[in-house]
């Protein structure tokens, strides 16, 4: 099992679009994946057709709780012609009062995501086998709280997600920053930093502008981007994967741009699979 956070203290890029991009993509090739939803405003729950979700997240991050996290995974409802239904974690508004709630653990609650999700994940069969979940996607809100700490405490990997707009530049850098200052308290080194993925590009003149100052500013991190699409828009407004709206305008290349993502992500996921088997 590897855990991928997706992260940007800033709202509005899309974070979620591309948690749920993902997911489609993977469950497309048959791949298991659990989206944990780590946003108050929990937009990846409803977007995976959850509307009335059982305990959420927010119960396993209100005390230390060695692999609770197995306890509230739920089925999303994604059709299964697909492929397999994400798993999913779900959210709710109490986690934003259980954020400054975490703030007064005088021992620090910063790996309380880390240790929910020690010991394995409930799969479609019911058993609790971390093989037959190889990715977890962990969608963080928009800020660089506790919250966001947990899921980076928690996760293997990190990919951030930025707009091509004024201040993206800045933002990933603080976000870097945020990122080495976690690898410097964790023993393993973790998260890898998996790179960038630049959400929402325009084929307008100012979108392509500021896509190239923000390679020209990480030109080895930059990972293919995901155009602005009405289908994108359409699938999340259906709580559907986009690979499963068949043949509408833009729905074919905006699978392919999500695939293209998966793809940049997969190798890390088996390498890094690689890494803890040897390790073991």
């Known amino acids: 099992m590897v855990a991928v956070a997706v992260v940007n203290q800033k709202g509005g890029v899309g974070k979620t679009t591309v948690v749920l991009g993902l997911a489609s993509a993977a469950s497309a090739r048959g791949t298991q994946v659990l989206v944990v939803d780590l946003d108050p405003q929990g937009n990846a729950t409803t ?22 996290l197995a306890a509230i995974v739920e089925d999303s409802a994604w059709p299964v012609d697909v492929g397999p239904p994400p798993r999913l974690a779900a959210s709710s508004p109490s986690l934003a009062v259980r954020e400054p709630q975490l703030a007064t653990d005088p021992l620090g609650a910063q790996d309380r995501l880390a240790m929910a999700m020690r010991g394995g994940m409930i799969t479609n069969e019911g ?10 996607l962990i969608d963080c809100p928009p800020s660089l709280g506790l919250l966001t700490v947990n899921a980076l405490f928690a996760a293997d990997s990190v990919l951030l997600v930025t707009e091509p707009g004024a201040w993206a530049v800045d933002g990933v850098g603080r976000m870097i920053q945020t990122i080495e200052r976690i690898r410097m308290r964790r023993s393993n080194g973790l998260p890898e930093e998996m790179g960038i993925a630049v959400n929402r590009l325009g084929r307008t003149r100012d979108g392509r502008y500021w896509d190239q100052q923000l390679r020209a500013a990480y030109p080895d991190r930059c990972l293919p981007p995901v155009h602005l699409r009405a289908a994108v828009s359409e699938a999340a407004a259906q709580s559907l994967p986009i690979h499963g709206l068949g043949r509408r305008p833009g729905v074919a290349e905006a699978s392919a741009e999500f695939d293209a993502l ?15 088997d040897r390790s073991a």
Do not use: K
């Not at 058993?127 to 977890?136: G, H, I, K, N, T």
């Not at 890390?268 to 699979?273: F, H, K, P, Q, R």
């Open 47 to 68: 977007g995976l057709g959850v509307f009335e979700p059982g305990p959420g997240v927010d119960e396993v991050l209100a005390v230390e709780s060695p692999g609770g």
């Open 262 to 276: 998966l793809d940049r992500i997969l190798p890390s996921v088996a390498e890094t699979n690689i890494s803890h």
């Open 127 to 136: 058993s609790v086998q971390e093989a037959d979940l190889p990715l977890v």
